[in-house]
């Protein structure tokens, strides 16, 4: 019975709970709440501040950086079809869930639009497999491609516990750790978080 209450619960609750279940094994609680904290390094309270601010820009359709990020996306998704304004049923094929993918933001923000932009650019031949099932069957009950991006991000940065003030997880503080060792590593860590997809 309470394998099944644990099921039921992580069924239920957000993405936090990988990043709770990593924290368990890697490091083990001294209390039922408690959680370890990690002392941060002001290199990594840096990489930590930039990536938080990354994090914290939501997607803005009337940002015309934004708007251009995502005809961007559809030049990736769709070469040689031009995108008449930045609402079509085609986002549908893309595994958005409507005509206008700027409301599927709202979990991952912008980043997360970055993220698939940064995965259609740098890996076109395996973006396109996997946008248009290249290998493998389509089926009715597949998850969407364009919003399990938006969830990838969503969940590594629940994960690896990005918004909290340092990390409580020793998977948050290795990460960090990795980061301050390489002065690109924050962009091209959340830029390739699409290569989990």
Same mark, same amino acid.
């Given at each position: ?37 990690? /002392? #941060?390094?002001?290199? @990594? =309270? &840096? ?9 914290? !820009? ?70 396109? /497999? #996997?946008?248009?099932? @290249? =290998? &493998? ?9 364009? !919003? ?50």
């Amino acid at each position: 019975m309470l394998m099944v209450m644990h099921a039921i619960d992580v069924g239920a609750g957000s993405a936090a709970w990988l990043g709770k279940g990593l924290s368990c094994v890697c490091a083990p609680s001294k209390g039922a709440d408690a959680r370890p904290s990690f /002392d #941060l390094t002001p290199l @990594q =309270e &840096g990489c930590l501040l930039k990536l938080q601010s990354r994090i914290d !820009v939501v997607y803005d359709s009337s940002n015309p950086d934004h708007q251009d990020a995502l005809r961007a996306l559809w030049n990736a998704a769709f070469p040689g079809e031009e995108l008449k304004g930045l609402v079509s049923e085609k986002w549908k094929e893309m595994g958005w869930q409507g005509k206008d993918p700027s409301s599927d933001f709202r979990g991952g923000g912008f980043i997360s639009l970055e993220n698939l932009l940064f995965f259609a650019r740098n890996f076109p031949i395996c973006f396109q /497999d #996997l946008l248009h099932k @290249q =290998e &493998g069957d389509r089926v009715m009950w597949e998850y969407p491609f364009a !919003v399990a991006g938006v969830n990838i991000t969503f969940m590594l940065i629940q994960m690896l516990d990005l918004e909290a003030v340092k990390p409580r997880s020793l998977v948050g503080a290795t990460f960090l750790k990795i980061l301050s060792g390489k002065h690109t590593a924050v962009n091209e860590f959340m830029q390739s978080s699409s290569l989990v997809y």
